[in-house]
């Protein structure tokens, strides 16, 4: 009876004890592998630089060129008057096949006003430098070209903010004016005795000049009067050049500047 009995217990509760697995060993973590050492003449990737604008107006608060684009060099070379300081300007030189290198010998006796017959800074901007904004702005800009007859320029562009613009250096010929007199007098190339500025406006009579353009051009106009000696006279619209042009247009108050002119004459 026991024998039974024994067989019975040891092949199930001493076997069962016997197969019965014993506990794992808990693995000790091993250090991680220390970096490799760093090749110290791995070149370091320069930083990205933002393009420079196209011409146009700059952003407020703003270098012209933006933060990776080092300011223009004037034009001009600055006043050396201390009682007549050359006015802060922003640069944004034309192409140079929009003007002349030489004024054929003709002294500056005449300052230009125009008008441009555009609401914008920008595409006002475009049209005087030769520089389009992408498709859509060449195809504008030519079709701006056809209508004024060729390529135009000009010296400086007062903007809708008063911000004002050197486009072409002053001892340089623009093509601001084309044909006409000054006071009737025909013997002078109007673009070869004159500094020509245009003025941000669409030229309707109805597109107000700013107050910020007029104190722009208070500045600026007298300026260049008293630095090239043009007679207040010579400070004369498009209009008066040539009978066939209208600006600047008849809502623009040209008293101010001939009085702001006279003060330093």
């Known amino acids: 009876m026991l024998g039974p009995l024994k067989r019975i217990v040891d092949n199930s509760i001493v076997r069962y004890l016997k197969d019965e697995p014993s506990p794992r060993p808990t693995p000790t973590p091993r250090p991680a592998?220390?970096?490799?050492?760093v090749d110290s003449f791995e070149p370091v990737p320069a930083p990205r630089t933002t393009p420079c604008p196209h011409p146009g107006p700059a952003p407020s608060n703003a270098s012209p060129g933006g933060p990776n684009c080092p300011d223009p060099a004037p034009l001009t070379?600055?006043?050396?008057d201390p009682k007549n300081p050359t006015p802060k300007m922003q640069v944004r030189p034309a192409r140079s096949d929009r003007y002349d290198?030489?004024?054929?010998?003709?002294?500056?006796?005449?300052?230009?006003?125009?008008?441009?017959?555009d609401k914008s800074d920008k595409s006002s901007l475009e049209?005087?430098?030769?520089e389009g904004g992408g498709l859509i702005g060449e195809a504008t800009r030519?079709?701006?070209?056809?209508?004024?007859?060729?390529?135009?320029?000009?010296?400086?562009?007062?903007?809708?903010?008063?911000?004002?613009?050197?486009?072409?250096?002053d001892e340089k010929r623009a093509w601001h004016a084309g044909g006409g007199a000054v006071h009737g007098d025909k013997s002078k190339d109007v673009n070869d005795r004159s500094i020509?500025?245009?003025?941000?406006?669409?030229?309707?009579?109805?597109?107000?000049?700013?107050?910020?353009?007029?104190?722009?051009?208070e500045q600026l106009?007298?300026?260049?009067?008293?630095?090239?000696?043009?007679?207040?006279?010579?400070?004369?619209?498009h209009k008066e050049t040539n009978p066939d042009k209208k600006d600047p247009s008849e809502n623009f108050d040209f008293g101010r500047i001939t009085r702001a002119t006279e003060k330093v004459r």
């Open 221 to 237: 106009v007298p300026y260049l009067s008293k630095r090239y000696d043009v007679p207040t006279k010579n400070v004369v619209g």
């Open 77 to 80: 070379p600055p006043s050396t």
């Open 142 to 169: 030519w079709a701006k070209e056809k209508k004024n007859g060729g390529k135009v320029s000009a010296h400086y562009v007062i903007g809708k903010d008063g911000t004002i613009y050197h486009l072409v250096a």
């Open 33 to 37: 592998p220390s970096p490799g050492p």
């Open 101 to 117: 290198e030489s004024r054929n010998g003709t002294d500056i006796d005449t300052i230009v006003l125009h008008h441009t017959a």
């Open 127 to 130: 049209t005087l430098t030769g």
């Open 196 to 217: 020509g500025i245009e003025i941000v406006n669409d030229g309707d009579g109805k597109d107000g000049y700013t107050e910020e353009q007029y104190k722009a051009l």
